[in-house]
């Protein structure tokens, strides 16, 4: 019963923006902390950004800090992820996950400590 939903993923010219969001379809993950990570096709999974469920910590790559931000809205059970000058090498998969913890470890930017996974919507950035 528990399942998450992306959406907002699309086309768009480097520099553009895109607002992605992660609903989740019930109270199910109430106090779960969620995270975003992409999948290029022929690369590995990355980490992009993680919150907890309070909304008092984010964590973000080096290199992604200060163009993308992740935030949530407790009432709709929506966490987003805001994209902000794009570049083709952003061009993935993106998915949203959850975990069963309500705060972030050092172990939060790895993809094997969410159990629960969207299906990801996808983000191609164009030159």
């Known amino acids: 019963q528990k399942q998450l939903v992306e959406s907002g993923g699309g086309l768009v010219q480097a520099g553009g923006s895109l607002r992605l969001s992660c609903v989740a379809s019930?109270?199910?993950?109430?106090?779960?902390?969620m995270g975003w990570f992409r999948q290029a096709p022929g690369k590995e999974r990355e980490f992009v950004a993680a919150?907890?469920?309070?909304?008092?910590?984010?964590y973000y790559p080096d290199f992604k800090k200060g163009r993308f931000t992740i935030s949530r809205d407790s009432a709709t059970n929506t966490v987003y992820l805001q994209m902000n000058s794009l570049k083709p090498e952003d061009t993935a998969v993106y998915h949203c996950?959850?975990?069963?913890?309500?705060?972030?470890?050092?172990?939060?930017?790895?993809?094997?400590?969410?159990?629960?996974w969207g299906q990801g919507t996808q983000v191609t950035v164009s030159s």
């Open positions: 996950a959850a975990d069963s913890r309500s705060y972030l470890t050092s172990s939060s930017q790895n993809w094997s400590v969410y159990p629960y």
């Open positions: 919150i907890d469920w309070s909304g008092s910590n984010t």
């Open positions: 019930e109270r199910a993950f109430s106090g779960y902390a």
